[in-house]
């Protein structure tokens, strides 16, 4: 019996003991806003619960087919999934602060989809119990160091904490609780809304551990099954020319343009945290136009957003051990600009657009057999030397591992689409000697190029080995 006990254990005599509990929320769309008469907002809904306080004037809000009119101190809490349209009332405009609350623990969430208390006077015991919270999160928002100080970010989170713990405990003074029902479909499409968030959210905080290096860089191992597919990474990150934490009220306009443009090159992770950081993962053979994108992607941002913004471009990878250099990098590009490349220094694009130029000539001569990283350097005008290290510092692969994945992917293509025999393929793609080259296939796809095709054989086509 004493090896299912911990040490000490044989001197407890009496323990108790319950589950483990698993709760996790997050707060979204944190803002104060002042308006001007005739202001409206057009109806839609959202699978969050929302708290909506007026600070001055009138809010008039419908929920459903329901009415509410607000006036200063009133706070509305609005359910998941519930349609809604804000507009001001009177002639003075109006302010009010808003958060959305998604949460993923059903007993205190299930109460929130069937309130009847959706409008909360001033006076109320909620609203009171409330306010003192809602105003530490209008005070942050409101200073102009809110998004640029850790400190200021831990506070919010720790008045976060405090405002789910009020809220939980006013539903069990209410004696409200999680009741075992059947949920409706749109009760269920809510909640499924919520999970995507709830997951989007978890995506982004992955991405935030590899930039911080918050797991050290075993996490990369663990996070590379959890993140998009990817053969090339690429980071960067908005700044404007006045201060290197960004905060502009229309951060989630810019996040979104951002994403727009980028999404192009492959799956997009936005972080809006101290910065507004995004994160490519493509899946293109060759190295995809990452500086172009950027380029265009910075335009568009001054253009429609801010003329200050800038975009720091931190590289492009293909190992995600190297997405916290990235990140790093995209913040003193920001400087880089300043440097003078008639003094020995290079800018991040000199160097970038010398990978690019060498990327695009693999891309387009793998078939040649006379290809080397000599002549590939000569033709830059580099030294063999400085482009090898180039290859293995910018992206993490050398020159002869970005050669041979250029031409098994190409070898991969053909023995899928044509019915090229295996040495006319060997042929095809760089290499005189079949044999070789099935070795070589066979060490990185784990088959020969025969079991391969046999395995990727598209039914109905039998191909002539």
Known sequence: ??????????????????????????????????????????????????????????????????????????????????????????????????????????????????LTDILNARDSELTMRLRPLLDNFIEEV?????????????????????????????????GSGFVNREFSDAEKRTMLGAVMMREQTLMEKRVQDLFYGTLGAEASKIYEALLPSYRWISVCSISRQDTLYWDNKHRAFAGSLLEEVLSSLGSVVIIDDLLMTAIVFSNQISVPPVEQKMLEAEKRLQQNVDPNLRLGFGGIASDLREVGSMYEQSLMAFSADSMDTTSGCRTIEFVNRIIRLAMNRLETEYASKNISLGLLAESLDVSPNYLSALFTTETGMTFTQHLTRIRMEHAKRLLNETRLKIYQICNEVGYSDQAYFSRLFKSLEGRSPFDYREHSRIPGNNFDL
């Open 1 to 114: 019996m004493g090896e299912y006990f911990e040490p000490g254990d044989e001197l407890c005599v009496e323990l108790h003991a319950m589950p483990n509990l698993h709760f996790s929320f997050q707060i979204y769309g944190i803002h104060w806003r002042s308006v001007l008469q005739n202001w409206s907002y057009a109806e839609h809904e959202h699978p969050l619960l929302e708290l909506n306080l007026v600070l001055e004037g009138t809010q008039v809000t419908r929920v459903g087919d329901v009415e509410y009119v607000q006036g200063p101190g009133d706070l509305l809490l609005i359910p998941p999934g519930r349609r809604h349209a804000s507009r001001s009332e009177g002639s003075d405009g109006m302010s009010f602060f808003c958060l959305h609350l998604n949460i993923d623990d059903p007993f205190i969430l299930d109460p929130f989809y069937h």
């Open 142 to 174: 409101s200073s102009s160091s809110g998004l640029s100080s850790t400190h200021h970010r831990v506070k919010m989170k720790a008045n976060a904490l405090s405002l789910i713990a009020a809220l939980s405990e006013m539903l069990i003074h209410d």
